[in-house]
């Protein structure tokens, strides 16, 4: 049985003789019950006889509406995918000067493209890939990159570097901080 976008289809193969009866299909939902049935006599020799519980004419309609749906494109055409050009730093991070151990630090830059999919935002500290912790969170929402850093420590000290990629190349921004 298939039950895709709204059609179901009860396909019988091989049909045999022991198949012929009444089909009945019933769909229910928060908001009632339809069904449909139909009767099939399978006949010695493959031959297969309908007996529609449905007027000549919707008889017809269903039967095109199957034809359509059954012929129909089972993927749709590939999207053409939008060309990015290289990302570009629109505003950098700044450099954040002295600060006292136990602050919260804010880093924010601004870049672009803001709607690549492929865009992947790396941050380093001194060179390193910068680890994650319960003090750190970055974020990156409509071109906006921020790097957040809470309760910070002497070791916090450094050139922050955020990198950010797309299959058309790269940018990068740094920012300092010393913290005492």
Not at 159 to 176: D, F, H, M
């Given at each position: 049985m298939i039950n895709d976008f709204g059609f179901v289809i009860l396909e019988i193969a091989p049909v045999e003789p022991h198949d012929s009866g009444v089909y009945r299909c019933v769909a229910r939902n928060f908001k009632g019950t339809a069904q449909s049935e139909g009767k099939i006599n399978v006949q010695r020799g493959g031959v297969v006889s309908y007996a529609w519980q449905l007027p000549e004419k919707a008889q017809q309609?269903?039967?095109v509406e199957l034809e359509d749906y059954l012929h129909r494109d089972k993927e749709p055409p590939p999207a053409a995918e939008k060309q990015f050009g290289p990302p570009t730093i629109v505003e950098p991070l700044k450099d954040l000067g002295e600060i006292s151990e136990n602050s919260i630090v804010h880093f924010?830059?601004?870049?672009?493209?803001?709607?690549?999919?492929?865009?992947?935002?790396?941050?380093?500290?001194?060179?390193?890939?910068?680890?994650?912790?319960?003090?750190?969170?970055?974020?990156?929402?409509?071109?906006?990159?921020?790097l957040d850093i809470k309760q910070t420590i002497p070791e916090d000290s450094g050139?922050?570097?955020?990198?950010?990629?797309?299959?058309?190349?790269?940018?990068?921004?740094?920012?300092?901080?010393?913290?005492?």
């Open positions: 309609d269903k039967i924010q830059c601004q870049i672009e493209p803001i709607d690549d999919p492929n865009l992947k935002v790396q941050w380093f500290h001194n060179g390193k890939v910068l680890p994650f912790s319960s003090r750190i969170r970055t974020q990156n929402d409509f071109g906006f990159v921020v050139n922050y570097l955020c990198r950010v990629i797309n299959k058309s190349g790269q940018a990068e921004t740094v920012g300092q901080l010393m913290c005492k």
